[in-house]
């Protein structure tokens, strides 16, 4: 335990991947989009990862051509603690992620003139209004956070200026929200997070946000009986599937091990009691969701029980009840991540990795249809 206080755990949880782990050499494309000490900052931390599918028609009149990729983060300014002087920085891509532009810092945080943080980043894009809502939190040095949102009606080029939520203790994701596709509540955003364990003294709990006014007014769901970092899908039969962070003492994996999962019938204003899949094997990390095709689910999270490593994209044909096939994208060190399901059945995964640490980087990497659905 003295050398986790001296090296800190990004650190200590990978020792034993210093051998130069690679790629998956199935992936049809690998960039690094988030390098820590690049763009003036130390370490790039929590991603998230929205695609608006080719054919989308932005608030600004624009139809896409190709998918749109925006990738956003937590940019450190300087360490890889969860405090301190932290920025949001979004990259964007016009041509389903084969090229990606510039940095732009999309939030900052003072406070009694002192900075704070912006995290927890959360996108979702409105398909019937063509605006893309970036939810997140600002957070001063006590680790007080408010939830804010911000929006964007041309690709993320240009963002509004941000808006207070009235709603103490709520944490975003990190990861995507969604807008229902089908009834009950079609057309519904639902952002996934949590309430803060500090408010009312109660334990955290899984939530989701969600508006059915385009986000001009937002309301709570029941709170799930557990869990923290949360990420959410639609499931064909139009459910919402939760899927939810378990806490254990530090340095031990949660016990039995899995992940939370619940679902919700109307549209996620309530949620069935958390049972464990003990199929999904994890670190405590957050892990990502995505919708696949007509009747998939994607999971992905570090596939480990003894540290945050080994980036793995699992595959389910019945709606998570079982998962058919999984895909290690990197075996070395790995932590946070965000799943995209682009237009040509390809996977966008944008996940934090490194060789010695996971905070190294924040890299995106494209899962070829073929390798998802393999027998």
Request: glycine residues 12%; negative net charge; aromatic residues 8%.
């Amino acid at each position: 335990m003295a050398l986790v206080a001296i090296f800190g755990w990004p650190l200590m949880a990978t020792l034993g991947w210093i051998n130069n782990p690679e790629y998956n050499e199935g992936l049809s494309d690998v960039q690094d989009l988030f390098v820590g000490g690049v763009d003036g900052y130390a370490i790039y931390r929590i991603p998230g990862l929205l695609v608006v599918p080719a054919g989308s028609q932005l608030s600004n009149g624009e139809q896409l051509t190709s998918d749109l990729l925006i990738g956003v983060a937590e940019a450190r300014r300087d360490a890889a603690l969860d405090t301190g002087v932290i920025d949001l920085v979004t990259k964007v891509s016009n041509d389903g992620g084969k090229t990606w532009g510039q940095l732009n810092v999309v939030c900052t945080y003072e406070e009694n003139n002192k900075r704070g943080k912006c995290g927890n980043p959360t996108p979702a894009f409105d398909h019937e209004t063509g605006i893309i809502h970036l939810a997140h939190n600002i957070s001063n040095k006590a680790r007080q956070h408010m939830p804010v949102m911000i929006t964007s009606g041309d690709g993320g080029q240009t963002w509004s200026d941000r808006e207070v939520l009235p709603f103490k203790g709520l944490i975003f994701g990190p990861g995507h929200g969604i807008q229902k596709q089908q009834s009950p509540a079609k057309g519904r955003l639902i952002i996934p997070g949590y309430l803060n364990q500090k408010v009312e003294g109660r334990a955290n709990q899984a939530v989701v946000l969600f508006s059915d006014d385009h986000g001009n007014t937002w309301q709570t769901s029941e709170p799930l009986n557990t869990g923290d970092e949360t990420a959410i899908a639609e499931l064909a039969d139009g459910r919402i599937y939760m899927n939810t962070r378990q806490h254990a003492a530090l340095g031990r994996a949660p016990a039995p091990n899995g992940r939370w999962v619940s679902t919700s019938s109307d549209g996620g204003v309530n949620w069935l009691a958390a049972e464990k899949d003990l199929a999904l094997h994890t670190p405590v990390c957050q892990g990502s969701v995505e919708q696949y095709g007509d009747a998939g689910l994607l999971f992905a999270n570090p596939a480990s029980t003894r540290a945050r490593v080994n980036m793995t994209v699992r595959y389910s044909e019945d709606q998570g009840s079982s998962w058919k096939n999984s895909v290690t994208v990197y075996p070395g060190a790995a932590g946070y991540s965000d799943l995209g399901a682009l237009s040509n059945g390809d996977v966008a995964v944008l996940f934090e990795n490194g060789t010695m640490s996971y905070s190294e980087k924040i890299t995106i990497a494209m899962v070829p249809e073929s390798l998802i659905s393999a027998q």
